[in-house]
């Protein structure tokens, strides 16, 4: 946390929470050594029942034969950055891709609206929901900007997810630059037991321009789920004094209240919503919101789709409709072809040139590593345009779905 942290003095509003959390500890796990050929296997109830490491590893989505086939192909890379070595199964995955994961975000696009018709520089900061991807967005409050490569490690039932990136979010009405450093992501019980999903640690978002931030502490599972998805933490001002104090739940809502130097609430004052998260379809399998439905259908498809939509990625589409086969077999295909055109491309003499993206020469410093930055050319906003101002209304295919992915730089060669 900040200096002067006042989470850390006698009598704060979260010092009771805080160290009740520390002495309750991270959640139960319990390893399941014991048992020949599952050595270094770990896994975690996200509730801390008494069930043993047994009976656990027992629950999940996939069946025994199937968890031990993939426990022999995984086991040999613990400790490794899985990103680019290993083909990992489609079951883990949900259907949308990391293009469609830059766009989720701006589900909540209102809160940056806000940010840039607020006068208040410290209410600026409460009102940015955490983005959780990469990618551009741009409107006439504010302009969006990540690069972004995930950073793994792979522990055996779990891995292990670092946000390696640089975010930048510039409020147009004055030109206030934000930025951001999002926590890590732990996904436990990959194999053998109940998936769940963990981000313990600290984000903080700095107001580049005049030094205020804030710093949100994204509290650990605790025993019997004690803490799970909870977030509290301070605005502070340049002086890093608090200002604010927020506290909420990153998958319900989020709230804050005015607060004195010491980070008590100020008399008079009340805590207020700032954000609640989006509703989804009832029994939805992947917890999609409406919005996210839209990012998939092809009803919402823009005119004219370009044929490096995501909407037409195969393994995905099959993934959607639960044909776990098929998916399997087109992602395969499709890493194949990524695999080749790289041969192809070295064989050239020739390097991968993004078309909607210039690489700079700057190189961000992040807490995981060092990164190459990249920034929007506005191509893709001068190809919608032209587009959209079209006089031919005619659309060139009538079935979109007949359309084929073609994301490759050498679409008419055969690598």
Not at 39 to 48: H, K, Q, T
Not at 222 to 229: C, E, I, N
Not at 354 to 377: R, S
């Amino acid at each position: 946390m900040a200096p002067n942290d006042p989470k850390q003095n006698s009598g704060g509003f979260f010092a009771s929470i805080a160290s009740g959390l520390s002495n309750i500890g991270i959640a139960m796990s319990r390893s399941v050594n014991g048992l020949v050929g599952y050595e270094g296997l770990e896994v975690i109830n996200p509730e801390g029942g008494t069930e043993d490491a047994e009976e656990e590893a027992k629950r999940g989505r996939w069946k025994q034969e199937e968890r031990d086939s993939y426990w022999r192909m995984m086991q040999k890379y613990i400790g490794s950055d899985v990103t680019s070595m290993v083909t990992l199964p489609v079951i883990i995955f949900e259907p949308m891709t990391m293009v469609q994961k830059m766009a989720e975000l701006m589900e909540y696009s209102h809160l940056l609206d806000l940010a840039d018709e607020c006068d208040d520089p410290h209410m600026r900061l409460v009102s940015h929901h955490p983005p959780i991807s990469a990618g551009h967005a741009e409107n006439e409050h504010f302009t969006y900007d990540i690069t972004s490569k995930v950073k793994t490690k792979f522990l055996g039932n779990s891995i292990e997810i670092y946000p390696l990136g640089r975010t930048r979010v510039t409020l147009k009405r004055d030109g206030v630059v934000l930025d951001l450093v999002p926590p890590l992501t732990k996904v436990s019980n990959l194999i053998f037991g109940r998936t769940w999903i963990d981000s313990p640690g600290e984000m903080v978002l700095t107001n580049m321009t005049t030094g205020d931030k804030v710093v949100l502490y994204f509290q650990p599972c605790g025993w019997f789920g004690t803490g799970r998805y909870e977030v509290d933490g301070y605005v502070y001002n340049a002086d890093e004094e608090p200002k604010i104090l927020m506290t909420g739940k990153w998958n319900e809502a989020m709230s804050y209240q005015l607060c004195d130097l010491e980070g008590e609430p100020r008399a008079g004052t009340e805590l207020q919503e700032v954000w609640r998260v989006a509703e989804a379809p009832k029994n939805d399998k992947y917890q999609y919101t409406y919005f996210a439905h839209k990012m998939n259908s092809f009803d919402t498809a823009p005119k004219k789709l370009l044929p490096s939509d995501s909407r037409l990625r195969p393994d995905r589409y099959a993934l959607e409709k639960g044909d776990l086969s098929k998916s399997g077999a087109e992602k395969s295909r499709l890493e194949e072809r990524q695999r080749a055109e790289k041969r192809l491309r070295e064989a050239k003499g020739e390097q991968f040139t993004p078309k909607w993206f210039d690489q700079t020469n700057e190189v961000h410093p992040t807490p995981w590593g060092d990164l190459e930055l990249y920034q929007y050319n506005g191509k893709y906003t001068e190809h919608r345009a032209a587009i959209d101002t079209s006089s031919d209304t005619v659309e060139e295919v009538t079935d979109i779905q007949s359309l084929e992915f073609n994301p490759w730089q050498y679409p008419n060669e055969s690598p």
